[in-house]
């Protein structure tokens, strides 16, 4: 028999309590292994220090933008939530789940079905990813919401948490996970990882432990059982399993919590040890993105909405025709042509002229400028069969004329319209509406939710969900939401 | 704004069916990265051709000596299960999922619990992983049985499954396993991973898949959903995280099978691509190790049991011992001293000479020497308190002399005991018992099940359960096993 030196270690051993266990197994861990040891030096406590900041952690400590911006982060995944809920995607996961399923401890936004909190968290985190218009952290790419909000709305269904905690909770998870990311980014994102999935269980390991009240060392072994169950791969993109990965982050990272609730075991150094995550799954590890102003600088007030159905590099086209169209009152059929100064990338990927299919218009720099021009707006409506074969629309986009043009960045565009009586209207976008520095206003926010909503919930149904979102912080217990968001209710 | 090329595709849109929406987040993925693409061949469809594997395989297509290696595999892990069954990490398991669970569909070994299936092959991966004392593929450190026998264990309970294919099954699932840790070891377990908990998920899901009769797309997608759930880091060894990882691999396979079944779709080539599970995971993949000889050569024919309650390390002076107890028939007072030529690992890894607990023991070779002269065995009851300080025993491993020898393997002893009277008696061992040279015999598997058994099923009903495991080709249904092995059966 040949063996190498990792296994001849195996066996600890019988009937040894947990220290006694963790003991044995060390020894596994304790063998030498092909990398020598690195003479950096060592990484800090970071684990530890996530634990500490997620117990420190309350709602009267957030600051304003923070606890705003948490509300704005909240709205937009129910109303994502809501949009996906019909989606087949969730109707397979649904009915495949529901022999298995726990007590019905949970809802569903859009549906009747109940589940377990466990299976809920999954069901709902999907549901929020299935149309790939939830909330962005552009630093990482990381859409924070769904593995975080998902599972601490399940939970708050079994233990009713104030919708203070519920915000602070939030912020936390989201804090935890984007600092994670933004630790690993972007080695851990090229190398082929689907970045919410890896780093959404500790968000929602992270938000649970909070609600729960943990100490330090279960809130330790709770981000270390959510470390052991990182979900996703970026080949899955183009598939169910896309949104099955934020779904499955925050049913993970809420098995990781009540696990450790329990008094389950994991390492206290999970993530930043030489066998743990961060090393693990990355070639890079910076360490101070964990450390650096955390608790006062936050991540989560950095997140972004999209404002429009469609892949971010059309946003800043769309924006400018919308602008245009609202603000200099030009009329479809008075445009001569629309020239377009853009970044390489917009042809590369949306630079289908001849659009037949809605789908296909969310491929077409063509289509977005000529149907925002007629309808004013960027949504789902918009990138429907209808719109692209409307001939207003139709006879419009062959009036559009991109053309790559050096010193346009990737999020700007520079739009001139010429008009049948020879005037031209200019605009520069260079912050798009929906990025950080132009975010969506609250109305737009509102808006997107009631359009997400309009065929699930009937509008006065809507109507309550989002009021209800906007006044989280007052709300006794958060998951009234849910229960206001179920179908029927 | 500033957004580098990644972040520019997000958004897919509302209301797309899942062939559209394939295509929409296609475009995501198509998004040029950082790292450049290798001019190398491409990789062979490997989750292709592993899934019509799955599909092909048959009990009557087996070979006699996979069969019988199977039913030893499950009898070893039967055994390890109720053996771990009462220990605090499983009792903390229980205890926090109990109010999730869903309808008690099956039962936990040793225990009178019931869970939903998924549960309940998490709880007995769990189980049977505590004391590391299971199955081992020696070529990947991988222990196959716990991923693979908790999932479809769980799922015959609802699905009855006759012994013959529930055997081919778990072969099916072992190979499928084993062979992706040989793609990818040792690269990836160096790195960091637990190995079982990154390949078990495929295990699962493969015999699963097999069980439910999968059409092909369907297993490549629960392939697919399994490679979207890897996990474990070695990091977790020294806790009770080290077990849960088997545990989660087999609920999370189980979990990527029953959402493939109705329909929830994945990538088709998630295991090959640039993307995909072994480029993001491992620096080395060979695809050689999937494709060579598959149906033919079989892995899990390489499957090993370990017969002694230690790290492997002690297993070749043990079982040098044992021999020359039973053989020479030495009586401990009759012994002068026991001079031991070893590999260096031994004195780094065993090296404590007065070890005061059972603990402690298993990391001495002057106990474990000693205690096998005494008892003649190196289970459980070998490295408990009472042994460790047992007078006889204390005695003889003051006479216990490793040197450190160039030349032995780690895997090897040479072993020269002189008696009182001036005799010598001498043993070289080249494969301890437990190495695939020298394979624990059927009856030692008996007397380790039995051991394990001990002080958790009474003496009969283990027994029966033994019976049930070594006739599994000739039970109408797998799952009786479990029924027979539950507490109070």
Redesign the interface.
């Known amino acids: 028999?040949?063996?190498?030196?990792?296994?001849?270690?195996?066996?600890?051993?019988?009937?040894?309590?947990?220290p006694?266990?963790?003991?044995?197994?060390?020894?596994?861990?304790?063998?030498p292994?092909?990398?020598p040891p690195t003479a950096k030096a060592p990484p800090p406590p970071v684990t530890k220090i996530l634990a500490e900041f997620i117990r420190s952690s309350t709602y009267d400590g957030l600051p304003e933008n923070v606890r705003r911006e948490g509300v704005r982060t909240f709205l937009n995944w129910v109303g994502v939530a809501i949009?996906g809920s019909h989606?087949?995607?969730l109707d397979?996961?649904v009915?495949?789940?529901k022999?298995?399923?726990?007590?019905p401890?949970a809802g569903l936004f859009g549906r009747t079905e109940r589940f377990?909190?466990?299976n809920a968290a999954f069901l709902n985190g999907v549901s929020s990813h299935?149309?790939?218009?939830d909330d962005?952290h552009?630093k990482t790419?990381i859409h924070p919401a769904g593995p975080v909000a998902s599972a601490i709305l399940a939970y708050a269904e079994m233990h009713p948490v104030s919708g203070k905690d519920f915000l602070d909770a939030l912020v936390v998870g989201i804090e935890v996970e984007c600092r994670i990311g933004n630790m690993v980014y972007?080695n851990h994102?090229?190398?082929?990882?689907?970045i919410t999935?890896t780093c959404g269980p500790f968000g929602a390991a992270a938000a649970t432990a909070k609600l729960m009240g943990l100490d330090e060392e279960k809130t330790i072994?709770a981000l270390?059982?959510a470390?052991?169950?990182?979900?996703?791969?970026?080949?899955?993109?183009?598939?169910?399993?896309?949104s099955?990965?934020p779904g499955?982050a925050a049913s993970n990272g809420l098995f990781a919590a009540?696990?450790a609730?329990?008094?389950?075991?994991?390492?206290e150094?999970?993530i930043e040890?030489?066998?743990?995550?961060a090393?693990?799954i990355s070639t890079k590890q910076d360490w101070s993105q964990i450390t650096d102003g955390l608790g006062s600088h936050y991540e989560s007030a950095l997140n972004t909405y999209?404002p429009?159905?469609?892949?971010?590099?059309m946003h800043p086209t769309i924006d400018a025709a919308i602008q245009t169209r609202d603000e200099d009152h030009v009329k479809p059929e008075d445009i001569r042509s629309v020239d377009l100064k853009v970044h390489p990338?917009v042809l590369e990927?949306t630079g289908k002229t001849a659009p037949k299919?809605?789908?296909e218009g969310?491929?077409s720099i063509y289509h977005a400028a000529a149907v925002a021009f007629v309808e004013g707006a960027g949504?789902?409506k918009q990138?429907?069969d209808r719109a692209v074969n409307d001939p207003r629309v139709v006879a419009l986009r062959q009036k559009v004329h991109p053309v790559v043009t050096p010193g346009i960045?990737?999020?700007q565009v520079d739009m001139t319209v010429t008009l049948n009586d020879g005037r031209t209207l200019h605009r520069h976008i260079v912050?798009?509406v929906g990025?950080?520095?132009?975010p969506m206003t609250d109305a737009q926010l509102d808006a997107k939710f009631k359009d997400?909503a309009d065929g699930v919930l009937p509008a006065a149904q809507a109507e309550r969900v989002l009021r209800m979102c906007r006044d989280l912080p007052n709300l006794s217990n958060a998951a009234d939401v849910t229960r206001a968001g179920v179908a029927g209710a």
């Not at 429009?308 to 590099?313: D, P």
């Open positions: 028999m040949t063996m190498n030196r990792r296994s001849l270690i195996g066996a600890a051993g019988l009937a040894l309590g947990a006694a266990l963790q003991m044995a197994q060390a020894a596994e861990g304790a063998a292994a092909a990398a949009g989606h087949e995607t397979i996961a009915s495949a789940l022999p298995f399923s726990g007590p401890q377990d909190i466990m299935i149309f790939d218009f962005t552009l790419i972007p994102y090229d190398a082929g990882w689907h999935g072994f270390g059982l470390a052991s169950q990182l979900v996703g791969l970026r080949e899955s993109f183009g598939s169910m399993n896309k099955f990965n499955r009540i696990l609730a329990k008094g389950f075991t994991s390492s150094h999970m040890v030489r066998r743990g995550w090393q693990t999209k429009f159905a469609c892949g971010i590099v990338l990927l299919t809605g789908l969310k491929f949504g789902e990138f429907s960045d990737a999020a912050h798009a990025s950080v520095e132009k997400l």
